[in-house]
């Protein structure tokens, strides 16, 4: 896992001292290591998320949007959108769970559809819209920072225990409403079925979605 | 994941070109990525196709339905003439993968998914499909998952699409274009059984592209339906799996076509309970008996003996789901 997270690219907003960054320079310097939830550990970054970028036409410039704010980096063409948002825009409530399209940690939006970020390519986000965990609350006006209603509802009906999986189940879930399949549990299980959680709380994030979904509001 | 450079054209052309240089094409990146982050795939080169105008469904003078080779499985899947005419497709891609994963992929990196087999995707292991002559570690390893048809001394591995056992069912036709120019085979001239080179899968020249998968009309009225069986309900391969699409007029089979998935390395057209059924009247007798043919030529191995019998009651039922009993 990359300790670094302070930003000395330019091109690349700096964002503040996180939870986050606090760990990974606990870890780094060995004393947490021991403590860290396995989950994390296994959420190791390809080597190449790392900054510096191979020569010889193996990076490329690109402009993704994110949350609504435009970033220009540079990226080993390796790097998963998921590293991207992760490691270089620390944007960490997107989950690294199998790194494999097969778990849904790692599901976020782009250009509104809900997709694994573990399996696309960064480069290959060139002039997309990434909505994250981070960007679903209100952002502006009388009402920002209020909670999207599928994050009220996760919270309402206690759809999550160690919660690694939550982010993803949210961004899917509110997909899932959007494209309307919600019409009765069963459907809302088959199509929430790219979300695996760990800790077995399908039952209650059934109730989370359905409740959103009668709401009428995303 | 070794480097590699990467490439977008913008026209057909260039793409052709690229890929004419070496370069890989690259459609939704699910298979792809995967197997390069496991270092099974190591392209110098990606052609990111995804701007190429190949994306659209549309039916044609005879009838027939034209995919592009670039439309993504969920909108194939939620298409309507696709829904209406072969609802065999739409179950087939709606149980395939997950929501997320559909968003992604597309019709013809579906086809040319690679095999889920273990041991194809670590590179400790022998594999002939990954390096030939290396051997094969399923064969005497844990193959549980693996293929009972089709199989040879070198290679045991499923063809994991289940698109692909809709489409073979459909007689469908794979549209190429290449530096030479364009051709047409069927799927199941596209997909190769394994025999003594594995690691040849398909009948893709280098640098030639998928431009569109084309189901060709068949009689009406047509009725037909996927049925899966796996570990877990949803988001996972098949064990076993059968479709089934059927002509029936005048409480008579005309017209018969039935594929297994799970079972083969390659979809597998079942010929024997297809002959079964032409002619004859439904009922639940007919279904048992044409069934009874679906494993006939079967190999199993040490794990996978239950698919036999597996594969003999899925046919069977998904005959009397679409078929029904008078
Ligand atoms: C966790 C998981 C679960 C899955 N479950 C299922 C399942 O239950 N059922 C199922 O059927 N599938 C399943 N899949 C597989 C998935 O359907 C395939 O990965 C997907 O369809 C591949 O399409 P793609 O566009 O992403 O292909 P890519 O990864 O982009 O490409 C795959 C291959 O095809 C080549 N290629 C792609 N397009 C073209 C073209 N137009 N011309 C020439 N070559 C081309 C590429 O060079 C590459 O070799 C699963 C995948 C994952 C990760
Ligand atoms: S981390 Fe992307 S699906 Fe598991
Ligand atoms: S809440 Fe722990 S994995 Fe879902």
Redesign the pocket.
Known sequence: MSAEISNDDPDVEVPEVSRRGFLSTTAAGGVAAGVLPSSLAAGRADASAGRAAPSGGQSSALSVTVNGRRHQVTVDNRTSLLDLLRERLALTGTKKGCD???CGACTVLVDDRRVNAC?TLAVRCEGAEVTTIEGLAAQDGERDGELHALQRAFIEQDAFQCGYCTPGQIMSGVACIREGHTGSREEIREWMSGNICRCGCYVKIVNAVEQAARGGRD | MHPFAYTKPADTRSALVAGARGG???????????LMRETVERPGTLVD?SGLP?RDVRTGERRELRIG??AR?SDVAAHPRVRSAYPVVSQALE????AQ?RN???I???I??RTRCTYFRDVSAACNKRQRGSGCAALEGYNRSHAILGTSDACVATH????AVALAALDTVVHLLGPDGERSLTLTEFLLRPGSTPDREHD?RPG????ALEIPPHPQPLRSGYLKVRDRQS????LTSAAVVLHITGGVIRDARVAAGGVGTVPWRLTAVERRLVGARPSDRLWAQAAAEASHGARPLRHNGFKTELLERTVERQLRTVGGTP
């Open positions: 494999q399209g097969a399996l | 890989r094409y690259i459609a939704g990146g699910t298979t792809l990525v995967d196709i190949l080779a670039l499985m149980l395939s993968a997950s994963l992604m992929a597309t013809g990196g579906n040319m998914q994991p699409s289940d698109l893709l030639e592209l998928i431009t988001y996972e391969f098949a």
